[in-house]
């Protein structure tokens, strides 16, 4: 069982950034052989995928993010991260960090980003 936890969200102007972090335990986990990615839910909306990261780096974005996302992971600590830049309203969510290992998925709890206009 993999245990996923989420912090750095908060409430941020437009225009501004927040770092959020998923750690993952417990430390014995191979935390390089999973499939990292970060999750967002708007209010009314449904669930979506923002970036993914495999365990050896490579990343994808959804459009609505490239060039102001940045997701990254360390596996010595075994924690991803998401770097948000030039924040916009419409970024405002609940962001989750999952993690996927063959047929197994685990999630977090999710930590709330709010950006203010």
């Known amino acids: 069982q993999v245990r996923l936890v989420e912090s750095g969200g908060g409430l941020v102007q437009s225009g501004g950034s927040l770092r959020l972090s998923c750690a993952a335990s417990?430390?014995?986990?191979?935390?390089?052989?999973?499939?990292m990615g970060w999750y967002r839910q708007a209010p009314g909306k449904q669930r979506e995928l923002v970036a993914t990261?495999?365990?050896?780096?490579?990343?994808n974005y959804i459009e609505a993010v490239k060039g102001r996302f940045t997701i990254s992971r360390d596996n010595t600590k075994n924690t991803m991260y998401l770097q948000m830049n030039s924040l916009k309203p419409e970024d405002t969510a609940v962001y989750s960090c999952?993690?996927?290992?063959?047929?197994?998925?685990?999630w977090g709890q999710g930590t709330q980003v709010t950006v203010s206009s």
């Open positions: 417990p430390f014995r986990i191979i935390f390089s052989t999973y499939t």
């Open positions: 999952n993690a996927i290992l063959g047929k197994d998925t685990y």
């Open positions: 990261i495999t365990g050896v780096g490579n990343t």
